[in-house]
């Protein structure tokens, strides 16, 4: 799998660069499922990245798993770059 690694020091993540960044993943086409999973209490919804492994988010519907899924990823893409882990690049550039 190809990733895509930024070249960027720790202080170039934070701040108005870093958002930069961040906004410049959030825009890749990265492939997202709904699935639909009963489990106790939680959320009937789950939603997830693909290429994102561990990067998902739950609902009480598809739309707010969706909803949540968005901020989940930006968090997610944000902690990945802090620490200077390789993203990977969504099927459709590599």
């Known amino acids: 799998m190809r ?10 993540t934070r701040g108005k660069a870093g958002v930069s960044l961040v906004n410049y993943y959030m825009g ?3 492939g997202v499922d709904v699935i ?6 939680a959320p009937p919804y789950v939603a997830f990245v693909r290429e ?7 609902g ?4 707010e ?5 968005h901020e ?4 997610f893409i944000e902690a990945m770059l802090d620490h200077g882990v390789p993203i990977p690049a969504p099927p459709s550039i590599r």
Not at 3 to 12: G, I, Q
Not at 60 to 63: G, I, K, L, S, V
């Open 3 to 12: 990733a895509l690694v930024p070249k960027t020091s720790e202080s170039e």
């Open 28 to 30: 890749l086409p990265y």
């Open 36 to 41: 639909h999973e009963e489990s106790g209490d």
């Open 52 to 58: 994102l492994p561990g990067c998902m988010a739950q």
């Open 60 to 63: 009480r519907t598809p739309a």
């Open 65 to 69: 798993a969706l909803e949540e899924l």
């Open 72 to 75: 989940a990823k930006y968090l």
